[in-house]
């Protein structure tokens, strides 16, 4: 509150104005004792409009001058931040404005300014590879099932080929719908400024739950569960954290050969709950572990199956949200691991 009641610009502009009617009481107080000493005012004096003349000139003068200094020194800023905020409102947001100015609060203003369009430039950049990308996701699929649509209008075609194509449309279509449903959660958790809703449940029952739901994927490829997981008792928002699992998870059976092996457990520290979820799949370069967690972001081998590349981003950001943290190891050809480690709130043990 005293800060902004002693703001510098106010003290600057108050010493101004007290200053300039310092000098203007002066130079009056100055020409008055000089007309009184020389009797221009005088019944004697032909010219006795000449003193008042020039006094009015000069009160002209000093005006103007006052009014000049204060414009260059207060207004001019305002003026330039005023058309620097129009370039911005028509889509310019490669304006700068100089914060080297001698008023601090100037110098914050236009400091302030340029983070503000520096903030905007990056949003749009983003918005616009955003676009680009959803763009992209979409085309592959799309162009799929135009494909598949025009090879089912072929009069000599075998009901084996049809099933084969409706087959094709059908996982088409199941990938469009997947996209825009992972789309859609990344941006509402990124928008989201509420705190998450939070209640106890158990957490190695909710993996068992998402293993359960993909049975029939596991199944088909015969893949083995070894399994450790203890009863774990969590804080949290269920709901998200079901999204966390089935992601790893599906990821895990995407890239496992046939018939190998899953691992995943639960250890529990004192103020974390770290959950790893192994695979004996394809694996990943140490150069690609850094760029999973980016949005549609697919390494090479990730191409030999269905992905959108939004999957691990969600995850992040859901265990951002918990304050918790994800780290992968991998080895081409060899497997890979997902730690998640989420904090455990012992207030609300």
């Given amino acids: 509150m005293r800060k902004k009641l002693y703001s510098q610009l106010w003290i600057y502009f108050a010493c101004i104005i007290f200053l300039m009617m310092l000098l203007v009481l002066t130079i009056f107080i100055f020409l008055l004792l000089l007309i009184n000493h020389y009797e221009f005012l005088s019944a004697e004096r032909n010219n006795q409009f000449f003193p008042l003349g020039f006094i009015s000139l000069l009160s002209l003068v000093i005006g103007a001058g006052v009014s000049l200094f204060v414009g260059k020194?207060?207004?001019?800023?305002?003026?330039?931040?005023?058309k620097a905020m129009n370039q911005v409102s028509q889509g310019d947001f490669s304006i700068a404005l100089d914060d080297q100015q001698k008023v601090h609060e100037v110098a914050q203003l236009y400091h302030d300014f340029n983070l503000m369009v520096r903030g905007l430039n990056s949003i749009e950049m983003l918005q616009n590879n955003f676009v680009s990308d959803v763009s992209h996701e979409f085309k592959t699929p799309i162009a799929t099932i135009q494909g598949y649509v025009q090879l089912l209008q072929a009069e000599d075609l075998s009901e084996v080929e049809r099933q084969d194509y409706l087959r094709r449309i059908q996982d088409g279509?199941?990938?469009?719908?997947?996209?825009?449903?992972?789309?859609?959660?990344?941006?509402?958790?990124?928008?989201?400024?509420?705190?998450?809703?939070?209640?106890?449940?158990?957490?190695d029952e909710q993996l068992r739950?998402?293993?359960?739901?993909?049975?029939?994927r596991w199944e088909n490829q015969g893949i083995n569960w070894q399994l450790d997981l203890i009863n774990t008792d969590y804080f949290g928002n269920e709901e998200l954290l079901y999204q966390v699992w089935l992601n790893l998870i599906d990821n895990a059976l995407k890239y496992s050969q046939e018939n190998t092996t899953i691992i995943i457990s639960i250890k529990v520290l004192p103020d974390t709950v770290i959950v790893a979820i192994s695979d004996q799949g394809v694996g990943m370069a140490e150069k690609t572990i850094p760029k999973?967690?980016?949005?549609?972001?697919?390494?090479?081998?990730?191409?030999?199956?269905?992905?959108?590349?939004?999957?691990?981003?969600?995850?992040?950001?859901?265990?951002?949200?918990?304050?918790?943290?994800?780290?992968?190891?991998?080895?081409?050809?060899?497997?890979?691991?997902f730690k998640v480690y989420l904090p455990l709130d012992t207030k609300k043990s």
């Fill in 73 to 82: 020194r207060i207004l001019q800023p305002i003026a330039n931040l005023r």
């Fill in 209 to 216: 739950q998402v293993i359960l739901f993909l049975q029939p």
């Fill in 292 to 337: 999973i967690f980016d949005k549609f972001y697919q390494n090479d081998t990730s191409r030999q199956s269905k992905g959108n590349g939004l999957g691990l981003a969600l995850v992040q950001k859901i265990v951002a949200l918990h304050d918790g943290k994800v780290k992968v190891t991998s080895q081409l050809n060899v497997g890979t691991t």
């Fill in 173 to 203: 279509t199941r990938q469009l719908s997947q996209l825009t449903e992972n789309i859609l959660k990344l941006t509402k958790l990124e928008n989201q400024e509420l705190g998450l809703e939070k209640q106890h449940f158990r957490l």
